[in-house]
């Protein structure tokens, strides 16, 4: 006789293949060796398949979705960690130096850049890293790119091609980008000019 707990789990398998499709489970199960934990994935079709580069620290997905062209890429003791009912879609790309954290049931469209590096220091300065956090049921449109040191409140929306550079609280829904001006880097590596000198030169 089958305890509840694993009668709810056959249960829950059972939907899943039936939502999914048995070929997309495969191809789940032929990468999920890629991650440090991983629940029962689902892959579609097409090439390539998602592939994580794990330089050395840890990457947990729950059961989730992934679309071809999906890559993650953890640097030495850093987390990426993907809630349960989230999806991927194509050409994905997440890197975290330190820490990236996707909620539950979000939406991340495809062409999507998630950092929490800048990878390049700006001018002499070190180079900065920032956990992201992206809280549960947030959709991430097309071409969204999310920089270092956001978090981005749980049942937001995030519109096609944003830019996100700052915090966003819960339920919010963001658009646009604009490219501006915001300092001036020395020849020499030396200080940069911060933006509201810069702003009094250009007005001189
Ligand atoms: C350009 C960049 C390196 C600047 O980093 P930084 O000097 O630490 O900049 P800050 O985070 O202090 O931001 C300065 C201002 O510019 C804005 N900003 C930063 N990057 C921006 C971007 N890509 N688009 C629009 N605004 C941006 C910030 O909101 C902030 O605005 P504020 O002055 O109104 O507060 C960084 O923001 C960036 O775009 N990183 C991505 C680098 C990348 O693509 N790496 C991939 C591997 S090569």
């Not at 975290?96 to 220091?121: E, N, W, Y």
Request: include cysteine; charge should be positive; hydrophobic fraction near 40%.
């Amino acid at each position: 006789m089958i305890g509840t707990s694993r009668r709810v789990r056959v249960a829950y398998a059972y939907r899943r293949i039936r939502q999914l499709g048995v070929v997309n489970l495969l191809r789940g199960l032929y990468v999920r060796h890629q991650f440090s934990s991983a629940g029962i994935l689902s892959v579609r079709a097409g090439w390539p398949l998602p592939k994580v580069d794990n330089m050395g620290g840890s990457v947990a997905i729950g059961n989730c979705s992934l679309f071809p062209g999906v890559r993650i890429e953890c640097w030495k003791g850093a987390s990426v960690n993907i809630g349960n009912g989230t999806y991927i879609n194509r050409n994905t790309e997440i890197v975290a130096a330190q820490s990236v954290f996707i909620g539950r049931d979000c939406k991340i469209a495809r062409d999507v850049l998630i950092m929490d590096t800048d990878q390049h220091p700006v001018g002499s300065a070190p180079m900065v890293h920032g956990p992201v956090k992206i809280g549960d049921r947030v959709w991430v449109g097309s071409r969204v790119i999310v920089l270092k040191g956001v978090s981005i409140g749980h049942d937001s929306i995030i519109g096609a091609g944003a830019i996100v550079t700052k915090s966003i609280p819960p339920h919010s829904v963001v658009v646009g980008q604009a490219a501006r001006v915001v300092r001036t880097l020395c020849p020499e590596g030396g200080p940069s000019t911060p933006n509201d000198e810069l702003h009094g030169t250009l007005r001189a």
